[in-house]
Nanobody, 121 residues
Framework: QVELSETGGGLVQAGGSLRLSCAALTQTFSGFHMGWFRQVPGKERELVAEITAGSSTKYADSVKGRFTISRDNAKYMVYLQMNSLEPEDTAIYYC???????????????WGQGTQVTVSS
């Protein structure tokens, strides 16, 4: 079982930056792949960035070069640094976890409550 809690959302102007943080309540954090998803009302949830248990990363094409995902296993934390934000980045952002033994993004089964990010033009 993993409990996840996100912080760091808010309102920012286009071109600005935000850093999202996710605290994971589990003693086996290092054995999980971690992801950041986002969702806009009426659209499907989208995987924005993922960091594996071994700290390999991947990003959605729409955020490559602007967003950076990282993790601190000692603190049970995962972060999403978002730079050069655009109005199109406005969404609810969710932290998610899946066991390192699972296969892909559809296996995420632990979710935080979400944090709103709003980018004004």
């Amino acid at each position: 079982q993993v409990e996840l809690s996100e912080t760091g959302g808010g309102l920012v102007q286009a071109g600005g930056s935000l850093r999202l943080s996710c605290a994971a309540l589990t003693q086996t954090f290092s054995g999980f792949h971690m992801g950041w998803f986002r969702q806009v009302p009426g659209k499907e949830r989208e995987l924005v960035a993922e960091i594996t248990a071994g700290s390999s990363t991947k990003y959605a094409d729409s955020v490559k070069g602007r967003f950076t995902i990282s993790r601190d296993n000692a603190k049970y934390m995962v972060y999403l640094q978002m730079n050069s934000l655009e109005p199109e980045d406005t969404a609810i952002y969710y932290c998610a976890a899946r066991s390192a033994f699972t296969k892909g993004q559809f296996d995420y089964n632990f979710w935080g409550q979400g944090t709103q990010v709003t980018v004004s033009s």
